[in-house]
């Protein structure tokens, strides 16, 4: 059976991904970079620092240091996030779906520890979490299973029933090779990309999970070999 539903953070809870771009594209202006939205969305779901060196290797600069780009975007992306982004269509209802079930809720996130904590408290939604975890606290980031395997650990749940929602490739990648069953919600922009195809199940939003939806998957935990 589920024993726990795992959330990414941007992008799936909160709407903080415009916000991260906003961020960037000021930001690397600085260092003679003009990014446009769409080479923003190339990085989506990558950590900052991985966005920054991603960059540098195609068009590097001088005058800054990778390590002080980095940083501007967090401080940017940190203000922007804390006084402008909304929740995800769907959040909401899918927690108290969850909290009814009696099913514990986790965040497992890319972004920093302060990060988490200003969206949790943004959003008010504190009370549906037992656990919030940081991919910066474990020797690798997304993609790698670090973050939902140490989530699953602070829970105390095996991986193999737990159902993880992420809106990104790097996310997916990441749930997967944690061994968990997997739920991708695409932006409207990537949403037929192939690297979704790695998940057990793809909706366009939260708000198309349903009780349906929970059964069959419910049934896929029920009938992998453990």
Not at 39 to 56: A, F, L, N
């Amino acid at each position: 059976m589920i024993c726990a539903a795992i959330f990414d953070m941007d992008g799936l809870l909160v709407d903080s991904e415009p916000h991260w771009r906003i961020a960037e594209i000021e930001v690397f202006q600085t260092v003679g970079l003009a990014l446009t939205e769409e080479m923003c969305k190339r990085t989506t779901g990558m950590p900052i620092e991985s966005v920054v060196e991603y960059w540098y290797e195609r068009r590097p600069w001088t005058n800054r240091s990778r390590a002080e780009v980095a940083h501007e975007i967090h401080g940017k992306a940190f203000d922007y996030i804390g006084h402008r982004a909304g929740p995800m269509p769907g959040m909401l209802d899918r927690l108290q779906y969850f909290r009814a079930k009696g099913i514990p809720m986790a965040i497992a996130s890319a972004s920093p520890m302060n990060l988490i904590e200003l969206v949790i408290d943004r959003l008010n939604i504190r009370e549906f979490f037992v656990v919030w975890h940081s991919a910066t606290l474990e020797a690798r980031n997304k993609p790698h299973p670090d973050v939902y395997l140490g989530t699953a650990r602070k829970l105390g749940v095996d991986p193999a029933c737990c159902l993880a929602f992420e809106d990104s490739g790097n996310g997916l990648k990441s749930a997967h090779a944690a061994g968990m069953i997997t739920v991708a919600v695409p932006a409207d922009y990537e949403f037929d990309d192939s690297k979704f195809d790695l998940a057990t199940l793809k909706i366009p939003s939260l708000a198309a999970f349903d009780e349906s939806l929970f059964l069959a998957l419910q049934a896929e935990v029920d009938t992998t070999p453990s």
